[in-house]
């Protein structure tokens, strides 16, 4: 999810792959469990999504289509048998507060629950799932459905930050930055920002821009802060102004050679530098 819960932190992230595959979580099935050879029953999801082929496929598109009840059926005989996407996916099924599965003149279906959240993060964070390692590291940070443990909850986030997770690099940037559970440290924010820029990541990218531009705690280095820019959200209102204010100050051969070395990178290669600026693009 990309809404600020407390402070520095984001609720966590809806995790991802097919339907929502902008978010990245990779669709397997989880350690020693085997992948599913049957096909799915015929349920709504099926009907409704009959290209997608896996349940925890038509469990996230029923999750997207807000098919709640269609969702909760068919993600969590999945999550009980060990798939950790699924337990994943479930955990922030049930801790999403504004989800409300709901039948006119029925009880809900279910209803949010942080306790159970906990649970089915904790079951797949014991298999190495990188975003329930960071969940499950919100929920202890901000005390929601377990008693408040800031010390327990950044752990978790490095653990989830270190396997590559996103939003606990992001979570750790803010963290460190702010001095929010920690002492204030801006190398450790700036190297867990720079790791999540490297993977492409929009807020990371943007964060890192910024404080070059501005010189806070790295150099002020306007010809980085432009590849940075080109390399962040175009219709980002702040990195409109930033780029339009560097376009101004730099000659047109650094702007060039920036939108080149933009253009080349990729996400998982090392960001462009200065340096690089100074010579000619060597053939890919």
């Known amino acids: 999810m990309g809404n600020r819960a407390v402070g520095p932190l984001r609720k966590p992230r809806r995790l991802a792959v097919a339907v929502l595959a902008a978010l990245g979580l990779i669709a397997l099935a989880g350690a020693g469990v085997a992948a599913e050879t049957d096909s799915p029953p015929i349920t709504d999801a099926a009907r409704l999504w009959p290209d997608i082929g896996s349940r925890l496929e038509q469990g996230m598109a029923a999750f997207k289509a807000k098919h709640y009840a269609e969702a909760l059926a068919q993600l969590t005989p999945l999550a009980e048998q060990g798939n950790a996407d699924a337990q994943t996916y479930l955990g922030w ?24 959240a906990r ?9 190495g799932q990188a975003h329930a390692l960071n969940n499950l ?35 750790l ?61 175009s219709d980002d209102p702040d990195i409109a102004k930033m780029r339009a204010a ?19 990178w ?9 340096d690089q600026t100074r010579g000619a693009l060597h053939p890919l």
């Open 173 to 233: 940037t803010m963290i460190y930055y702010n001095g929010v559970g920690v002492a204030k440290d801006t190398q450790a924010a700036l190297m867990w920002c720079e790791r999540a820029a490297t993977q492409g990541d929009p807020e990371a990218l943007r964060f890192l821009a910024a404080q070059t531009l501005a010189g806070e705690d790295v150099p002020h280095d306007p010809t980085r802060a432009y590849i940075l820019v080109l390399l962040s959200p």
């Open 119 to 127: 649970m089915w993060y904790e079951k797949a964070a014991a298999q």
């Open 137 to 171: 590291g919100s929920l202890y940070f901000l005390g929601r459905g377990v008693p408040e443990d800031q010390a327990r909850g950044i752990t978790l986030f490095r653990q989830a930050a270190a396997k590559g997770d996103l939003q606990a690099q992001d979570n």
């Open 266 to 274: 990729h996400p998982g290669q090392p960001l462009p530098t200065t």
């Open 246 to 264: 560097l376009e101004q100050q730099l000659p047109a051969n650094i702007q060039q050679r920036a939108h080149e070395l933009a253009a080349a």
């Open 93 to 116: 099924l049930y801790e999403e507060p504004l989800v409300t599965i709901t039948a006119t003149g029925e009880t809900p279906a279910f209803v949010p629950d942080n306790a159970k």
